[in-house]
């Protein structure tokens, strides 16, 4: 069992009375920004960015690291912390399972030279590259493009 698990009674409790600790990583290959497209709620079937929760004695670039690994499979040539933000969902119940209603998150940013290893995870359908701001994207996703320049 990962030693970073919390029993879903306890994870229940918990988000129902703090906010939770995640990192987001906006991927920028060759000017262009990386999403992916989620598999589950919150954000299902809507581009975003990679990204969760941080464990309990891992810093902020490590978890940033892992979520990049873990979920793409893509390791960074440069890691840059570039600002936080946090997201509000109502309650969200999937798999048995229950979502942060309230995540406060930390942004990095990855430049990735090579995309040729992609694989992605299971919380994943697909990703595309972009290169321009689209309006259609969440309210926060917008607002984290614009204040880190991403598009420049």
């Not at 809507?46 to 690291?65: F, N, T, Y």
Request: charged residues 25%.
């Amino acid at each position: 069992m990962n030693k970073h698990f919390i029993p879903q009674e306890l994870y229940h409790q918990i988000v129902t009375h703090v906010p939770i600790l995640c990192v987001d990583v906006a991927i920028r290959h060759n000017g262009k920004l990386l999403l992916v497209k989620r598999k589950q709620p919150p954000l299902k079937d809507v581009w975003w960015v990679v990204g969760g929760r941080v464990c309990v004695g891992e810093k902020l670039a490590d978890a940033a690291r892992r979520k990049l690994k873990e979920e793409i499979n893509l390791v960074a040539d440069k890691l840059t912390q570039a600002g936080a933000h946090e997201t509000m969902f109502d309650e969200i119940e999937f798999d048995g399972g229950v979502h942060a209603p309230h995540t406060v998150n930390i942004l990095f940013v990855a430049d990735v030279s090579d995309i040729s290893a992609i694989r992605l995870d299971a919380s994943i359908s697909e990703y595309k590259l972009f290169d321009s701001l689209d309006k259609k994207w969440h309210s926060v996703l917008q607002q984290m493009v614009e204040d880190c320049k991403l598009f420049k």
